[in-house]
Structure formats: C-alpha cells, structure tokens
Nanobody, 115 residues
Framework: VQLVESGGGLVQPGGSLRLSCAAS????????MNWYRQAPGKERELVAT????????SYADSVNGRFTISRDNSKNTMSLQMNSLKPEDTAVYYC?????????WGQGTQVTVSS
C-alpha cells in the first residue's frame, strides 16, 4: 500500500493550496480517508474526514468553512482544498486510509503559511 501526498508549499496568509493524495495497492473505494496535520512541537491532529463513497465529510472546527475534502474513487485520489490559509495552518499534512483494523499513512507534505 502506498499513499503519496503532493501539493504542499509556501503560501502567503489568505492564500490557497490544494493537496492531493494518490493511493495504490489497496481497494481505495472501501477505505475511509482522512487528512491529518502535525505542527512543530504539537501532536498530530485530524483535519478532515471523508467516507468511502464520498457522501459524508467532517472537519475540525479550526478549518471548517475554509477547507474542503474530496475524493475520486475512479482515480484513487483524495484532495484537500485549503482556502484563506492562516499561519497557524503551517504543518506537515498527512493522508490516511482506514478500513477496520487496516490503517495506512502517507509520508506527508509540508505546508507553510507565511508572509
């Protein structure tokens, strides 16, 4: 199983980024998918969740209304559209796939929000 994140980078406050997660080696459409992030010196936190079919999503309060999670089961990909970025959104962002006891992680992509 491989999860590969992309799309991170440096952006100014108020800007936007779109993260992608490409999955292989698993039946993608059977997995719930999540985005987590971890800032320096802080614990990893759940940012957004999407159900296996994509019909249900949820967000951390800190990003609700600014971030949008989506998935394309035909392409085995998941995305996180991040708008109105704030310096406190700076972190390494990880995608995560979960099905019962099976949990898989990507290697992470750095997002830095700074002027």
């Amino acid at each position: 199983v491989q999860l590969v994140e992309s799309g991170g980078g440096l952006v100014q406050p108020g800007g936007s980024l779109r993260l992608s997660c490409a999955a292989s080696g698993l039946t993608f459409s059977r997995y719930g998918m999540n985005w987590y992030r971890q800032a320096p010196g802080k614990e990893r936190e759940l940012v957004a969740t999407i159900s296996s079919a994509g019909g249900s999503t949820s967000y951390a309060d800190s990003v609700n209304g600014r971030f949008t999670i989506s998935r394309d089961n035909s392409k085995n990909t998941m995305s996180l559209q991040m708008n109105s970025l704030k310096p406190e959104d700076t972190a390494v962002y990880y995608c995560n796939a979960v099905r019962f006891d099976a949990i898989h992680w990507g290697q992470g992509t750095q997002v830095t929000v700074s002027s």
